[in-house]
């Protein structure tokens, strides 16, 4: 399968600003539906516009859109799982994910596709997966300091600069902790700078201006399940306290006991 221009656009929209899925797909579904049934280019829409729209709840990956979801007896709808979905979706999603630039599309594409078990090397998916992850939330920090820096851009507490800057910082965190979740459980070699990074998201969350206490909590949370990451992952949880725990303890919660 040759992917097609203007699809690979709308995959590509906002790659360079690293605008998050959720617009992405939003590209995806008007090109949907401006193309006409049966067209390549509309089933390639399709599949793409569905990647988007998958979630990750409890483990699983559900396509949370109507026109990707399945009708139960009673007339609910629920998500479908990537493994619901139909192979062609499988192969759209492979043509692309060597196509597109915008590595967190790159990276769900690939995510799906180990989810799916899909080609003959799913591992590769994977691998993929972790590299794009990555790739994404050193872009979406790098982003967040330029604007943070820019002198149009100087941030008020509470205004609109600070807000994108807060935001892009999260998605980072939460492309890294997708990067870990997939390392771990197979134990790739490179968990174990995946978990570095984790930890040094954590204390350059303590030295960002603008208190954003959600980082460390997403940084500390998978790593409290695996005793190797515990001496690092105290050291971060010492400093955090001296920070935080006069105000809130909120981002507490993780403990190093294995007890909630």
């Not at 949370?64 to 990537?82: C, K, Q, Y």
């Not at 208190?211 to 940084?219: A, E, G, N």
């Amino acid at each position: 399968m040759n992917a097609q221009p203007a699809v690979l656009n709308a995959v590509n929209s906002g790659a360079d600003s690293l605008e998050p899925l959720r617009k992405v797909g939003r590209e995806l579904r008007a090109g949907y539906l401006n193309m006409a049934p049966g067209d390549e280019e509309h089933e390639q829409f399709a599949a793409l516009w569905a990647a988007m729209e998958f979630r990750l709840q409890d483990g699983t990956w559900g396509a949370v859109l109507g026109p990707f979801r399945t009708t139960e007896d009673n007339g609910d709808l629920v998500p479908r799982t990537v493994k619901d979905m139909a192979p062609a979706f499988f192969d759209t999603w492979a043509a692309y994910a060597s196509e597109t630039t915008h590595p967190l599309a790159r990276a769900r594409l690939h995510h799906l596709l180990w989810e799916a078990r899909h080609g003959t090397r799913p591992i590769e998916h994977l691998r993929s997966a972790v590299h794009s992850y990555r790739a994404g939330t050193r872009t979406l920090l790098t982003r967040a300091e330029e604007h943070q820096g820019s002198t149009a851009n100087l941030p008020e507490p509470g205004g609109a600069a600070t807000f994108e800057v807060g935001l892009a910082r999260l998605r980072a965190a939460d492309a890294l902790v997708l990067a870990h979740g997939l390392a771990a459980t197979t134990r790739r070699p490179e968990c174990t700078d995946i978990v570095g990074e984790m930890i040094a998201l954590g204390h350059a969350a303590l030295d960002w201006k603008t208190p954003l206490p959600d980082v460390l909590t997403r940084m500390a949370a998978p790593l409290v399940a695996s005793k190797d990451n515990w001496p690092a992952l105290h050291a971060l949880l010492e400093r955090a306290a001296d920070e935080y725990c006069g105000d809130s303890a909120a981002w507490c919660a993780p403990t190093m006991s294995g007890e909630t």
